[in-house]
C-alpha cells in the first residue's frame, strides 16, 4: 500500500470522527464543520484517481485497526479475527452481566455466531435470517468488510459455565476463537443470580450481530448488517450519512430490510460515502452502532 493511501486512510479516519462527534459536544458549530468535511473532500478529489482506487493486485491489510485483505500470491487466509475480541479465559461472579465480543475481517461477505459448548446460541429470530430471496446481493469481489457480535449473558449463574466460542463463517472459509468462562457456584451466589432472574422484567435492546466498517467497489449493492435482541422486541432506525432518518420512500437507493439489515444500492462514493448509524430501543435500554462505509473506484 504506498503512502498516498495511508495518508488518505488517516484523512478518512479523521472525517469519521468528527463526523461521529455528539451534537452536545462538539465545540465546531455546523457550518465550520461543514467546511472543513468539504475541504477534506476536495482534498481526496484533488488527488489522482489511479491513487483513489484500491487495486487488485495491493490486496493486503491496510492497517491493524481497520481493514486486512488476502493476498492471492500468499497463503494468507481471507477471513480472520480483529484485536476487539474476548479474553482465553473469564471468571466472574454470580448475579454479573457478561458481556463476550468478536469481529472478523475479510471479504465475502462473512457472518459472526455463537456457541456455547459446541451448540448455537440463538439471540434473535432475525440472526439467522440472511433476507436474500428479496434482494440477491452476491458478495463483490471488491470488498473488505469487518463484521462483529457480542453476546450478553444477563444473571450470570453457574448454569452458563462453559466454552463460548465464536465463530467468523463465508462460504469459503470458516475460523473459530473460543473463550471459557467460569463462574462461582456457592449456594449463596446461586440464590443470588435466581434472585437476580425472577427481579428482571425483560432484556434490554441490544445489537447482536452488525457491520463495522467497509470497503467496496463502486456500482455494487451493499447490505449493512444490524441483528438486535431485546424484550420487548426493540424498535430500530436507521440514519444515513447526514444523521437523517431513513424510512420507506425517503431514499431512492437506500431501504432497510425486513430483517433490520439496510440495503444501499448501486454503491457510489459521492452519495454513499460516510457513516450509517443504526440504533434499536425498548422500554428497559437502547443500544447503537455507527457503520463506516467507503466505496472504492471501479478496477
Known sequence: MSEVSLSRLKQLQQLRLMRACPRTVC??????????????????????????????????????????????????PALSFTKDMSEDLLVKSVGSTIELRCSVIGNGDPTVYWLLNGSHVVQSKSELSVEMAEVD????????????????????????????????????????????????????????????????VGVP????????????????????????????????????????????????DIRVLKNGDLLIENLNFYRHMGIYTCEVENALGSDKVEIFVYPTALS
Open 27 to 76: 465545540s465546531m458549530n455546523m457550518m465550520m464543520k461543514s467546511l472543513v468535511i468539504v475541504l477534506l473532500l476536495a482534498s481526496f478529489l484533488l488527488q489522482d484517481s489511479e491513487q483513489l482506487s484500491i487495486h487488485r493486485g495491493a490486496k493486503r491489510r491496510l492497517s491493524s485497526a481497520y481493514y486486512g485483505r488476502k493476498d492471492r500470491r500468499s497463503s494468507r
Open 137 to 200: 446481493v452476491k458478495a463483490p469481489f471488491e470488498q473488505t468488510v469487518i463484521v462483529a457480535s457480542k453476546l450478553v449473558i444477563d444473571c450470570a449463574s453457574p448454569e452458563d459455565r462453559g466454552v463460548y466460542t465464536c465463530v467468523g463463517e463465508t462460504e469459503e472459509e470458516r475460523i473459530t476463537k473460543s473463550t471459557v468462562l467460569y463462574i462461582g457456584e456457592g449456594s449463596l451466589e446461586v440464590e443470588n443470580a435466581e434472585e437476580c432472574k425472577q427481579n428482571a
Open 205 to 252: 435492546a441490544r445489537i447482536t450481530l452488525w457491520t463495522d466498517d467497509v470497503m467496496q467497489q463502486e456500482g455494487t449493492d451493499l447490505v449493512l448488517k444490524c441483528r438486535a435482541a431485546g424484550v420487548p422486541a426493540p424498535k430500530m432506525r436507521w440514519f444515513d450519512t447526514e444523521e437523517s432518518v431513513i424510512k420507506a420512500g425517503s431514499h431512492h
